[in-house]
């Protein structure tokens, strides 16, 4: 089927791709259709082209077969045999869970009711330990970072400036590597540490000194986990960050200060060493995802008893499809503008014959158990929250402290 993904695809390398996509795109559980820029989702924008994210650094490698690609298992093979291992695993669970009939109608109903009611009881019974947070673009608007997925905002009314032949072009490893002034005056614009977190960044911070959370995982580049005060071992950024970066060439590694220092002179950072391209690690199109992403969505969601997934709109893989790897019985609490993640029309005709879990957030079900929505803005549903679960004064203490901090600096 032509959808999105190919189409985004297609615009960013101006032609059809390898036979890879085909095989990714297919396991595309929500996607929505509608225009391409609707694939592009992260703290700065469009980040990535869903299709690519597994896909070999080097463009000349394109028309690497697939197949050699599976069949290399060997993990010493740095990231690369391990992302694979990882994205199969996850193909794996996925496809296991949609064709497992046995749960049909004998899921463990966690949730007293289906409501937000219900998974704040939840929460207060203290049977849940082990939240995962999965934060998208949403959590962060309030700070002031553009969402350059919407037309009529960031880049797209501003490819002149930036000297830009389309918006994504900005996160194409190709693109950079012939021009990289446009990203570094992008950074230099959406620098981070020129934005403080929002209410959303603070409730995660208080889940995690409540002891409930056992991991954050954000699409968000914005590092403003980091700066709520929420340990690195607590964050996975599923699509790089801005606090380290490597030459493209030697992989020597730089400081976030250094490349910030790099920045803010105007210059193209360039390696001490071989002279070549320093690159924030962000994920580009075409580039693979960080190693510890892999690793830790393989160990965290098996164990995870309550799902908080927050301002993402779910449409960018393989982050969007972790929704299916909880366990069958596990609450996943959506906090969103808008419905999302919701059973894609194919799955639902299949509904008659397949388990609910496995196929996306079951909103509009008659047999859902376990999916619910907080509709409206992240942070107002951050702050509905900390009432209902009387979190009010624990959370008032936080914000205070960071001010006192803004103060102290
Ligand atoms: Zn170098």
């Known amino acids: 089927m032509a959808d999105s993904k190919e189409v985004a695809s ?33 703290a700065i924008g469009g980040m990535r082209d869903p299709s690519k994210i597994n896909e070999e650094e080097d463009s000349d490698e394109e028309e690497d077969d697939y197949e050699d690609d599976l069949d290399d298992d060997d993990i010493e093979d740095e990231d690369d045999g391990e992302d694979h291992e990882g994205f199969m695993s ?29 998974v704040v009881k939840y929460i207060k019974s203290g049977q849940c330990k082990n939240i995962i947070t999965m934060a998208g673009a949403g959590i962060s608007t309030s700070a002031g970072i553009p969402d350059f997925r919407s037309p009529g905002t960031g880049l797209y ?14 996160f194409d490893i190709d693109f950079f590597k012939s021009n990289p002034k446009p990203f570094f005056v992008l950074a230099r614009d959406l620098y981070p540490g020129a934005f403080n977190p929002t209410p959303s960044h603070w409730f995660i911070r208080l889940l995690h000194e409540k002891g409930l959370l056992l991991r954050h995982y954000t699409q968000n580049i914005d590092t403003l986990e980091h700066v709520a005060g929420l340990p690195a071992e607590k964050v996975v950024e599923a699509h790089g960050t801005f606090r380290t970066s490597h030459c493209i060439a030697c992989h020597k590694e730089y400081s976030q200060e250094w490349m910030k220092e790099e920045i803010f002179k105007d210059n193209i950072p360039s390696c001490t060493e071989c002279s070549g ?12 995802l960080p190693t510890r992403f892999f690793h830790l969505m393989q160990s965290d969601f098996p164990k995870c008893d309550l799902l908080l997934i927050m301002g993402t709109s779910l449409t960018v893989q393989p982050f969007a499809m972790l929704i299916n790897n909880v366990p069958s019985s596990c609450p996943r609490l959506l906090i969103n503008r808008e419905k999302a993640g919701t059973v894609d029309p194919m799955m639902a005709m299949l509904q008659g014959m397949l388990s609910s879990s496995g196929s996306g957030l079951a909103l509009d079900s008659p047999r859902n158990t376990r999916d619910v929505a907080l509709l409206g803005d992240c942070d107002d549903g951050c702050v509905k929250l900390v009432d209902m679960l009387d979190w009010k004064e624990d959370f008032e203490k936080l914000l205070t402290s960071s001010k006192k901090d803004d103060k102290a600096e």
Do not use: W
């Open 277 to 288: 391209l320093v690159k924030p690690d962000i994920v580009f199109f075409r580039e693979n």
């Open 90 to 118: 996850m193909l794996q669970n996925f496809i296991m869970s949609k064709l497992d009939l046995s749960g049909h109608g004998e899921v463990e109903k966690v949730l007293e009711e289906v409501s937000v009611e219900g």
């Open 10 to 42: 297609r615009v960013l390398t101006g032609e059809a791709e390898a036979p890879k996509e085909t095989c990714k795109g297919s396991t595309s559980t929500p996607a929505e259709g509608g225009t391409d820029s609707k694939e592009f989702e992260g």
């Open 157 to 170: 009314n501003n490819l002149e400036k930036y000297n830009l032949p389309f918006p994504e072009a900005i």
